[in-house]
C-alpha cells in the first residue's frame, strides 16, 4: 500500500500527463466520425470532459482509501452508547485477540484497544471524533477546552501552508479568473472544516448528521471528512488550473505552473498535428 507521500506525487504526475494524454488519443479516435475538421473547440471541450473525468476518479478513490475508523473497526455506529461500546469490544477481542489470530494480529489489537478506551471516556471520545487519533496523544489535556485548542493548532498547519501558496502564486503575477476560483475553494474548504469541528459530534444527543458528506459516509466522524476534503481541495485547485487556461486562454494569466501555462497555446498546434495526420 503506497504512503500518502507517494499517492499525491503520483497524483502531480498523474494530472502533470494523464488529461493531455487521454484528450490527445481521444481526438484522434474521434477524428474519422466528425463532418468537420477537428478545431480548438474541440480540443477544449474534449480536454475539459477528460479533467472533469478524472476529477471524479480521484474523488472516489480518495473516498474509497480513508482508513477505517475505530467505530467501524468495532462495527458499531458513532452514536452507540458505553454498553454498546463494551459488548463490541468483546466481541472484536473474541474474534480478533492474538491468542486466538497470532501475533500478526498483535498491532491492530492493541490499536483497536487503545481506541476503546479513549472511546469510553467522554472528552477523548469529543476530541477523537474530530481530530482522529493523533489528538490521544495530548497526555496534558483532559477537558473538551484543551482538547479543541490542541486540535486547531495542529489543523492550523495546513491552511498557514495552503494560504502562504496561494498568496505567493498570486504575488508572482497578474490577478486572474484561476486565482479567484482558488481563493473561492480555500475559504469555502476552510468555512466547511470549522463547520464539522464545532457541529455536535455522532455521540451527542444534538447530532443531526445533515451534512452532504455525512449522508454519502453515515459511519465517518469529522476528522474522516476534514481528510477528504483536504484532499478535494487539492483536486479541484490543480483542476481550475487545468482547465481554465485551455478553456478560456485568453482570459488566463497564471504563474502556479509555467507547463499548465503553455497549454493554451499549444492546443492549435496540437490540432494542426491531428489533421495533418488526417491528411496524410
Not at 490521544?136 to 490542541?150: D, G, K, P
Not at 469555502?188 to 455521540?203: C, G, K, Q, R, V
Not at 445533515?210 to 478535494?232: E, G
Request: with cysteine; glycine share 4%.
Amino acid at each position: 500500500m503506497p504512503s500518502s507521500t507517494a499517492r499525491a506525487i503520483f497524483g502531480l504526475i498523474g494530472w502533470s500527463y494523464i488529461p493531455d494524454f487521454v484528450t490527445s488519443t481521444l481526438v484522434r479516435w474521434a477524428r474519422p466520425y466528425l463532418r468537420t475538421p477537428v478545431t480548438p473547440l474541440h480540443y477544449r471541450l474534449t480536454f475539459t470532459l477528460v479533467v472533469l473525468s478524472y476529477l471524479t476518479y480521484n474523488f472516489f478513490e480518495a473516498s474509497l482509501s480513508t482508513p477505517p475508523n475505530f467505530y467501524e473497526l468495532l462495527d458499531v455506529s458513532p452514536a452507540s452508547d458505553e454498553v454498546k461500546l463494551k459488548a463490541a469490544f468483546r466481541s472484536f477481542a473474541r474474534k480478533y485477540h492474538p491468542d486466538r489470530v497470532g501475533p500478526e494480529g498483535a498491532d491492530l489489537f492493541v490499536a483497536v484497544r487503545e481506541g476503546y478506551e479513549a472511546l469510553m471516556e467522554p472528552s477523548k471520545r469529543w476530541a477523537y471524533d474530530r481530530f482522529g487519533a493523533d489528538i490521544l496523544s495530548c497526555h496534558e489535556c483532559a477537558t473538551q477546552r484543551e482538547f479543541l485548542i490542541r486540535g486547531l493548532i495542529q489543523s492550523l498547519g495546513f491552511h498557514i501552508v495552503t494560504g502562504l501558496a496561494l498568496l505567493f502564486f498570486s504575488a508572482l503575477g497578474k490577478s486572474s479568473s484561476v486565482a479567484f476560483w482558488r481563493y473561492t475553494l480555500f475559504f469555502f474548504h476552510f468555512a466547511s472544516e470549522l463547520s464539522l469541528l464545532f457541529s455536535p459530534s455522532p455521540s451527542s444527543p444534538d447530532y443531526q448528521g445533515y451534512s452532504i458528506l455525512s449522508v454519502f459516509f453515515p459511519t465517518r466522524l469529522a476528522f474522516q471528512h476534514i481528510r477528504l476534503l483536504h484532499q478535494i481541495f487539492m483536486f479541484f485547485s490543480i483542476a481550475v488550473s487545468r482547465v481554465a487556461p485551455v478553456l478560456f486562454p485568453d482570459a488566463t494569466d497564471d504563474p502556479v505552473n509555467p507547463l499548465i501555462a503553455q497549454n493554451a497555446a499549444a492546443i492549435l498546434e496540437k490540432v494542426k498535428v491531428v489533421e495533418r495526420e488526417r491528411m496524410a
